[in-house]
């Protein structure tokens, strides 16, 4: 069963998904509880999780953003900036981040979804990043850029065999007859 994106629905669950070498992970965004799909997978929610505006591609713009993970440590428990500070930026850099809408169609769909998540955007992690704001908040934000960043800048490379075969893998021998500097002993007019 597919979703028809004019059909009348009761909500939309902003879910996450965190590739990682350990796993995916997967997130409500600011809804408490679990959620479990069609497909059995569970979605843990929080209202600790925040993500920044989504913003599709355009206009030259790679748009990027965060996920925020705001909450007051358990004074007995494990230092959680402590571990993840310890996987390092690695560990999720260059990895899938990809955010899903959950159609609800009735109120009962909340326990027995009948429609799976549908995609809505992908991006790639970038770097986390820690605040102890105050004696007691801490924050831990995963930075995430765009599909396209770096498409606007310029790339580069010269005309010449090795370059062109570079950007489009196969080589153009008629390259190695370009100039290579812009100096002119004569003009040509006048």
Same mark, same amino acid.
Not at 88 to 100: A, K, L, M, N
């Given at each position: 069963m597919t979703f028809d994106p004019r059909a009348e629905v009761i909500g939309v669950l902003d879910l996450v998904s965190i590739d990682t070498p350990d796993g995916v992970f997967r997130f409500l965004v600011g809804v408490d509880g679990i959620f479990t799909d069609v497909d059995g997978h569970q979605w843990i929610g929080s209202r600790l999780i925040g993500a920044s505006d989504l913003r599709?591609? $355009?206009?030259?713009?790679?748009?990027?953003?965060?996920?925020?993970?705001?909450?007051?440590?358990?004074?007995?428990?494990?230092?959680?900036?402590?571990?993840?500070?310890?996987?390092?930026?690695?560990?999720?850099?260059?990895?899938? $981040? $990809?955010?899903?809408?959950?159609?609800?169609?009735?109120? /009962?769909?909340?326990? /027995?979804?009948?429609?799976?998540?549908?995609?809505?955007?992908?991006?790639?992690?970038?770097?986390?990043?820690?605040?102890?704001?105050?004696?007691?908040?801490?924050?831990?934000?995963?930075?995430?850029?765009?599909?396209?960043?770096?498409?606007n800048r310029a790339p580069g490379l010269q005309y010449t065999v090795a370059d062109h075969s570079r950007l489009i893998g196969a080589g153009n021998a008629s390259l190695r007859f370009m100039p290579t500097d812009m100096f002119q002993e004569q003009k040509l007019f006048g």
């Open positions: 599709p591609s $355009i206009q030259g713009e790679a748009a990027g953003g965060s996920l925020t993970l705001a909450f007051i440590p358990d004074p007995d428990g494990a230092d959680l900036i402590a571990e993840v500070r310890a996987l390092g930026t690695d560990y999720i850099r260059d990895r899938e $981040i $990809i955010f899903w809408d959950q159609p609800l169609l009735s109120m /009962a769909e909340f326990h /027995a979804p009948t429609l799976p998540p549908q995609r809505f955007l992908t991006r790639r992690g970038r770097d986390v990043q820690f605040d102890l704001s105050g004696a007691l908040e801490r924050r831990i934000t995963l930075n995430f850029e765009g599909p396209f960043t770096g498409r």
